[in-house]
């Protein structure tokens, strides 16, 4: 068994060596806002109900796309909370007569019946929310009394849609697990199959933004508690034989718990499939990706393509990630220095190793 890991293993590195050099981009976040209707505890964009930073005309991202050429090309439009945005269909139609996918990542706040429809009827299709626990633990983590009600009305739209458009529509809920909502995994796993969801991810919270100053992350027997669940929940099935399907978020070479807790080894993409256009106008790769060491350039002085294609030399090649404890590390060859949302800046190390936390 082990020697079949270590041959999926070598597969997948080379795989991953293909794919980086090619650097294709498929996926693109919009941060089209960046204010919000909540104050999460967790929030790694600290996002506010005013912000500083004005929101991003739906022509300057559009100036972007134009100069896309992808038959592949997903957009997902994030913030901030996106629905704060009144003009959000007429982004999406933009995106959608270029030939490209989209969806959204929503707190549902605002999502009403209509408003689904119209973003529909707007070419969206896919659609993530987030639920962090049942009612208490959701508020506590939103602080907001009315956010799991607004949430789980939104994902009845989305449950509904999808049964009768199968081949149209795709929608996931996300959980962040933390210490407070951790033990009560099992009855939200409940919960979430009585409303009928298919598709789970679940993210551990990262030191960064509002997060960093909350005292939210796992402790080693804690995050090993959280691997164990996600591996039972991938095999369970309850007394109706009714199933979900989980996986872990990106983060993190798991060692002994890789193809166990997620369909895919390990593979941090930002900046070789994935960027984003912030709401200044800054280009990265995903919007877990805040420090200026890894800012590519701006639309507002740069042209979008040419950063991707001849910038992000430093999210390809990580060598530089062999520093410190990474140096010494067996597994360095697999994790590459773990996510770019964990290093700060260049010359630190990531702000955990996820693999230390399960196997050592």
């Known amino acids: 068994m082990r020697s079949l890991m270590s041959f999926k293993n070598f597969i997948f590195r080379l795989y991953r060596k293909s794919i ?18 909540l104050n999460c505890l967790h929030c790694g964009s600290d996002c506010l109900k005013i912000s500083d930073t004005p929101d991003m005309p739906v022509k300057d991202f559009v100036n972007v796309l ?23 269909e007429v982004a999406g139609l933009e995106i959608k ?20 429809e119209s973003l529909v009827q707007a070419g969206m299709s896919s659609i993530s929310f987030s639920l962090d626990g049942l009612e208490k633990e959701h508020t506590y983590l939103r602080k907001n009394p009315e956010s799991y009600k607004h949430t789980c009305e939104g994902i009845k739209l989305a449950v509904d849609y999808q049964k009768k458009n199968p081949h149209r529509f795709a929608y996931d809920v996300i959980t962040c697990v933390h210490n407070k909502n951790l033990n009560i995994l099992k009855e939200l796993r ?10 789970w991810r679940i993210f551990s919270i990262f030191p960064e933004g509002r997060a960093e100053q909350n005292n939210l992350a796992l402790t080693k027997d804690e995050y090993k508690q959280l691997m164990d669940f996600i591996v039972e929940t991938r095999s369970y099935k309850d007394e109706k034989n009714s199933s979900i399907h989980l996986n872990y978020s990106c983060e993190g070479w798991l060692g002994k718990y890789e193809l166990k807790a997620r369909d895919f080894f390990f593979f941090c993409r ?7 256009v912030m709401c200044n106008g800054d280009i990265s790769a995903c919007l877990s990706v805040r420090s200026k060491d890894f800012i590519q350039g701006n639309i507002y002085k740069d042209n979008f393509m040419d950063v991707w294609n001849n910038h992000f ?27 770019l949302h964990l290093h700060h800046d260049m010359i630190s190390g990531p702000a955990h190793c996820n693999y230390e936390l399960l196997n050592k």
């Open 20 to 37: 980086t050099k090619k650097h294709e981009l498929n996926y693109l976040f919009w941060e089209c806002t960046l204010r919000c209707n």
């Open 66 to 88: 134009d100069n896309i050429k992808s038959e592949k090309l997903t957009v997902c439009i994030t913030g901030g909370e996106p629905l704060l945005r009144k003009d959000l």
């Open 97 to 116: 007569r270029r030939g490209f996918k989209w969806g959204i990542v929503t707190n549902a706040m605002l999502l009403t019946p209509q408003r689904f």
């Open 190 to 199: 409940k919960n979430l199959i009585e409303l009928g969801i298919s598709h």
């Open 270 to 276: 930002g900046g070789i499939n994935v960027g984003s």
């Open 313 to 339: 030399e430093n999210l390809r090649n990580r060598k530089w990630t062999k520093k410190g404890k990474c140096k010494k590390c067996r597994e360095w060859n697999k994790c590459l220095g773990n996510g």
